[in-house]
Nanobody, 120 residues
Framework: QVELVESGGGLVQPGGSLRLSCSAS????????MAWYRQFPGKERELVAS???????NYSDSVKGRFTMSRDRVKSTSYLQMSNLLPEDTAVYYC??????????????WGKGTQVTVSS
């Protein structure tokens, strides 16, 4: 079982910045992809950014140039640096991770989400 814990959400004024963190723990052999999603009220969860084990970081068009995702493979942690935040970025942000457990079994885990509110 793999647990993901997010932190760093909160209330920020338009134009401000926040940094989200996501730490993975549990029965992990290898994490392949880590990602951040967000969900607006009444909408489906949408991808914000993802980092594969190999390859470029993928960003949604709505956050390109404003958000930066990074990953610390040693700490099994991902980060989402959000800058120039807009009111329309207000959502619950979820992290996810996919990989393999100690016996090769695949896993995909989700955090419980952290609220980001952009408002003056």
């Amino acid at each position: 079982q793999v647990e993901l814990v997010e932190s760093g959400g909160g209330l920020v004024q338009p134009g401000g910045s926040l940094r989200l963190s996501c730490s993975a723990s549990g029965s992990i052999f290898r994490i392949n992809t880590m990602a951040w999603y967000r969900q607006f009220p009444g909408k489906e969860r949408e991808l914000v950014a993802s980092i594969p084990n190999v390859g470029p970081i993928n960003y949604s068009d709505s956050v390109k140039g404003r958000f930066t995702m990074s990953r610390d493979r040693v700490k099994s942690t991902s980060y989402l640096q959000m800058s120039n935040l807009l009111p329309e970025d207000t959502a619950v942000y979820y992290c996810s991770a996919g990989g393999r457990g100690p016996y090769g079994s695949p896993f995909t885990s989700w955090g419980k989400g952290t609220q980001v509110t952009v408002s003056s």
